[in-house]
């Protein structure tokens, strides 16, 4: 350990870079070379570039781990960080000169980093063998593993970055690859469309994360993490912040009209906490990345990638990334308690929302897409509540085993694949059944991932859903002290009711049921009772029943059912198979972390047993969460409180998988299907996915389509009419007027070049007596300079009197009346006085001419103003003559 | 006994014949002629005021022999050219010929606007 610090000092902590650097490398060498080097060095060079990442990310989290022991543990503990500064990357003017941002390309891991860094290689790696051996016979194997690559490289920007620029290159970085990957099939209208989906409900969740840095840097005066938890206080600026068009800048053109009442209420001072606002935007990002309510419809579409794309970033990594900013940057939420209570009740409802659509979907994939969306609200649920360790333990034990579930899922689909080959119709669950037989591996893993999903105790998502929960129930937000400076101005900051809590707690338990109840539904339909997927394929028949029965498969409802009689005797052709050892290996790897690892932070537990081991990442976590510990309350641990609160939860997970049993089991899906029925219209509204996606279409999407309509019509008429037509056919005019000129016949432009020739001549034979004046205020000295010319001499007449004086112009010490090299004259005025100067010139042809110059000086100085008057005055007599 | 004057009185009048030549006539032979009778105007005026300020004490080295020969220098230099254009200038006509079975400059008017 000690030569591993001589090599990679803390404050220059290299090794990051092979960290970033081998995934980069990978997407770099499949990109460019894949196609030629072959499926096999393509598949070493992917899989070789993550695990090495992976094991020098293992090496760096222990070496990080060595650091905190160094650091000391205590309750105020530094935050041990390892950084890599790779370059000065630019510098920002911050606000009212407050000096120069500088943003650098540095890279930090500290105990939030350094998990989520080990996540995203740990996990990336099992789902990139696992990838290796699913997307073996997809002809673009290459492009496949150069766009997951970069998105192990991206994500690693985005959780190592140290700064919120850096951040957002990640974040930006990821999308990219979310849309690639979405949309790696692109061949398929469908696929591309949810592509392009997923990206554009993103760029909205971006313009919020653009706005949010945008006040970071104003109120922070800072980017970088660290200089943004110093400057955190600017938030809470008592000046506070007014929202156009709200309050006083609303426009009176608009209100005037109103009557008084109403406008008083438009025009009235309000202000606004810039914590509230900054956080809100920052939320909105977050909800963009990681699919919440109003932004979540991306992500169920979003399964139309391959699966182990699914697992890694729409499951696992990329999706969480918004928890990860909201724990990031939780000094910065947890100043304003409207924005804590915005993000526990946005995740609440779509924790709710998800799971009712989940309930009745058929899609295998789309059940755990929408479980996905439902267990981030759970995530946004606890960071919201204060709770930002458990929050993010959720993240850590979802990645496990909702990854294992969508793998699971893919072996399922890929086994399924034997007899079924159209894509819906091989993740459709009603076409699945009885798969336990045949792939039992696959079959343990995915109840072990259900079980743990489900919350039963003592699997890893019971210890972080229900500590969740338990946290929402009873911890509150208080206002920062510092908001009290701005009571006067802002009014106090807003805290949320003292009922929000329990309600958010049982809008919990109520998704936790759904959760139970879905995943188990998914469960039973795919692994328990008879494969039906011999009924997909073209003339099956089902024995002992009518003719006109056989075909049916398509419509809703009755399918849930396992159909009795079709045993094994009608089989033709090859039978769904278990996965090659390359997709199990991950499965069970996975599948242990999902079963075991809720034990790391098991605060229930450690907590009622005085066992601090069983809650290691609280206590690995505190020094990053320490900044927002004060104004979190947390009541006193109280082990019968807790464990009541437990209880529901539990009770949740119990009548859910029991459900599930009894329906689908035990009743062949009859209880289902008789609630559908009394229900017909309720089920087909969620079954449409309570047609959110058709509201955005007729709302918000209609709305751009109009817009961009018009836009066409501006475009049409403004810029390629009047713009574009209107000043072509301008400057044509005077093309037509110019092209008269050019005639083709040289002896024209031969007599136009005689003829400027002359005219040049006429210039040079003439002398031009031209003077420019320049003036020095303080002595009132005006000094006037002739003008440069062919063979110029100069005669002047300085005092006024008419005749053009005397000056010595040959050297000879006498004055004489001829002209010399005297090209300048100095005059002195009294202010408010002007007088006349006379300049003669005579050129190398022996021409003369004069000019009579008035030289003023104003009663007014204004410093530096040169007054310059040329007036022609009447020619004097000849010189000398 | 023949003054600078009656050199720079045959330059004007041999230029003025050659532009009033190039100017006045259709044809590019003739115009080619015009232009190398311009050339040579010039060039003997070069020569005439060569020799005139060979006498200029300041041009003069120690020993009165004369080194301003800058006057001729460039009259050689203007014989070279007129020899390539003379090359570049009878290539182009032939070019012309071959393309419009003429020779006069207001045929010649590809180029027009």
Redo the contacts between chains.
Sequence with gaps: MHTLFAIFPAQQFALIAAILGLPLLGAFVNGVFGKRLGRDAVRLMALAALFGSFACSLVAFFMLRERAHELGHGELAPNPRLVWTAWHWLALSGRDALGSVNVDVSFAIDPLSGVMMLVVTGVGSLIHLYAASYMWDDPSFHRFFCYLNLFVFSMLVLILGDSMPLLFVGWEGVGLCSYLLIGFWFTEEKNAAAGKKAFIANRVGDFGLLVGMAMLLYYTGALDFEGIRRGAGGLLDPRGVQVWPLGAGFPSWLVGWLPDGIEKGLTAQRLAFPATLCGLALFLGCAGKSAQIPLYVWLPDAMAGPTPVSALIHAATMVTAGVYLVCRLNFVFVLSPAVMATVATVGALTALFAATIGLVQHDLKKVLAYSTVSQLGYMFLGVGSGAFTDGFFHVFTHAFFKACLFLGAGSVIHAVHARIHDTDASQDMRNMGGLRKYMPLTHATYLASCVAIAGVPPFAGFFSKDEILAKAFETKIKAHAIAGAAAERIGPLWTPPDWLGPLLYFVGIAGATMTAFYMFRTYFLTFWGDFKGWKVTPGWKEPGHDEHHGHDDHGHDHHEAFAPGTGRDHLEGPEPHESPSPMTIPLVILAAFAVGAGFLNATILGETLHAPELMTMEHWLAPVFAPSKGDVVVPAFDASHAWMLAIPGLIAAAVGIGFAYFAYVVKGGEPTRNIAARAPKLHQLMLDKWRVDELYDATVIGAVDELANTAVVADKWVVDGVLAKASAAFVGLFGAG??????????TY??AM?VGTLALTVFFYLPHPDASITSDPATGTFRVQAGPGLGYRYRWDADGDGKLDEFDSDGDGKPDDKFGPRDAIEVKLEPNQSKQVTLAVENAFGRHDTRTITVARPAQEQPGAPVLMPRPAPRPPPPGG | MIHIQHYLVLGATLFTIGAFGFLTRRNVLVALMSIELMLNAVNLTLVAFNRLHAGNLALVAPGGRNLHHGGQMFAFFIIAVAAAEAAVGLAIVLALYRLRRSVRTDEADQLRG
């Design positions: 110019l092209r008269l000129f050019q005639t083709g016949k040289v002896q031969a007599a005689v």
